[in-house]
């Protein structure tokens, strides 16, 4: 079973910044594609930032020029840098693995992902 350990989260103030970090263990990491999620109050959950295998990446709009995904192979970690922070971008953050075979055209639906984190809480003061 897949474990995730997620770290990273907490308060911050309007225009701050945070880095989420997931480490990931019990999957073949580096042939994994990973995305962060979130979900705020009443809402659905949304996809942040993804990254595939060979390391490309792709954001949803509302964080595109603020936050940054990466991974470090040798580490089983996942990143999630985030700058110029908004009140907007309060909720809880999951990590998500997907160790199947990487399809780029899947990658922005939840149900791509066969594994889930325990998520941490993002709150952004204004």
């Known amino acids: 079973q897949v474990q995730f350990v997620e770290s990273g989260g907490g308060l911050a103030q309007a225009g701050g910044s945070l880095r989420l970090s997931c480490v990931v263990s019990e999957i073949t990491f580096s042939t994994s594609a990973f995305g962060w999620y979130r979900q705020a109050p009443g809402k659905q959950r949304e996809l942040v930032a993804r990254i595939s295998p060979g390391g490309s990446t792709n954001y949803d709009d509302s964080v595109k020029g603020r936050f940054t995904i990466s991974r470090d192979n040798a580490r089983n970690t996942v990143y999630l840098q985030m700058t110029k922070l908004k009140p907007e971008d309060t909720a809880v953050y999951f990590c998500?693995?997907?160790?199947?075979?990487?399809?780029?055209?899947?990658?922005?639906?939840?149900?791509?992902?066969?594994?889930w984190g325990q998520g941490t809480q993002v709150t952004v003061s204004s």
């Open positions: 998500a693995a997907s160790s199947g075979p990487y399809r780029g055209s899947d990658a922005n639906r939840p149900d791509y992902y066969n594994a």
